[in-house]
């Protein structure tokens, strides 16, 4: 019966442990999360959400901000991608950091919230668009009328993604480009399943 005791209140020792380690860590996950924020808010490309953790992956699986990380990593990618010009010194540079961003971007683009998804897939459209700005490729204008058109499909209320097919359709007849037969019928760039094949989620 001793020996009981003292494994129980070994494992109670353990256990209590534990849990002031874990809610060391959620504090800062959350300090790490708001400080990363006010960065980003001032220069996008230093920001950094990375806490030091007792717990390995533990806490942000608790608190559940894997994905509120990787969309916020996705969003620094884009800008990163979006401010650069492209010239004849930069092309490789340029391209790959637009490669980046919309990989991760796709990545994002696979959660449940449609609300998300969304403002994901626009992000996704609006990068295509300035490829093709810059190489005219038949492919990233497909891909960016499906981006859009999957935007819209995942969040019929989403008006800056409608606004935003319906400028890109007007500039490509405009301009004399071919739009394909049936294009954003619900699959994206790689096959995914866009926008409509989703779940209802809550929002960012």
Same mark, same amino acid.
């Given at each position: 019966? +001793?020996?009981? !005791?003292? &494994? %129980?209140? *070994?494992?109670? $020792? =353990?256990?209590? @442990?534990?849990?002031?380690? /874990?809610?060391?860590?959620? +504090?800062?996950? !959350?300090? &790490? %999360?708001? *400080?990363?924020? $006010? =960065?980003?808010? @001032?220069?996008?490309?230093? /920001?950094?959400?990375?806490?030091?953790?007792?717990?390995?992956?533990?806490?942000?699986?608790?608190?559940?901000?894997?994905?509120?990380?990787?969309?916020?990593?996705?969003?620094?990618?884009?800008?990163?991608?979006?401010?650069?010009?492209?010239?004849?010194?930069?092309?490789?540079?340029?391209?790959?950091?637009?490669?980046?961003?919309?990989?991760?971007?796709?990545?994002?683009?696979?959660?449940?919230?449609?609300?998300?998804?969304?403002?994901?897939?626009?992000?996704?459209?609006?990068?295509?668009?300035?490829?093709?700005?810059?190489?005219?490729?038949?492919?990233?204008?497909?891909?960016?009328?499906?981006?859009?058109?999957?935007?819209?499909?995942?969040?019929?209320?989403?008006?800056?993604?409608?606004?935003?097919?319906?400028?890109?359709?007007?500039?490509?007849?405009?301009?004399?480009?071919?739009?394909?037969?049936?294009?954003?019928?619900?699959?994206?760039?790689?096959?995914?399943?866009?926008?409509?094949?989703?779940?209802?989620?809550?929002?960012?």
């Amino acid at each position: 019966m +001793r020996s009981l !005791r003292l &494994a %129980l209140a *070994a494992a109670l $020792a =353990v256990l209590a @442990v534990l849990a002031a380690l /874990a809610a060391s860590d959620v +504090r800062a996950w !959350r300090s &790490a %999360l708001v *400080a990363g924020d $006010a =960065v980003y808010v @001032v220069s996008p490309s230093r /920001a950094v959400w990375t806490p030091h953790t007792r717990l390995a992956g533990v806490s942000d699986a608790l608190l559940g901000v894997r994905d509120d990380v990787q969309l916020r990593k996705a969003l620094q990618l884009y800008v990163d991608a979006a401010k650069l010009h492209l010239r004849l010194d930069n092309a490789v540079g340029v391209e790959s950091a637009r490669a980046r961003a919309q990989d991760t971007l796709e990545q994002v683009s696979r959660v449940d919230d449609l609300r998300r998804k969304s403002q994901v897939l626009t992000l996704l459209g609006i990068l295509a668009f300035r490829a093709v700005a810059a190489d005219g490729a038949q492919s990233q204008i497909d891909a960016a009328v499906s981006d859009f058109t999957d935007a819209v499909r995942a969040d019929p209320a989403d008006e800056q993604a409608a606004y935003d097919l319906e400028l890109l359709l007007r500039l490509l007849v405009a301009h004399g480009s071919r739009v394909q037969s049936g294009q954003g019928g619900g699959f994206g760039r790689t096959g995914r399943r866009g926008g409509g094949g989703g779940q209802p989620g809550s929002g960012y």
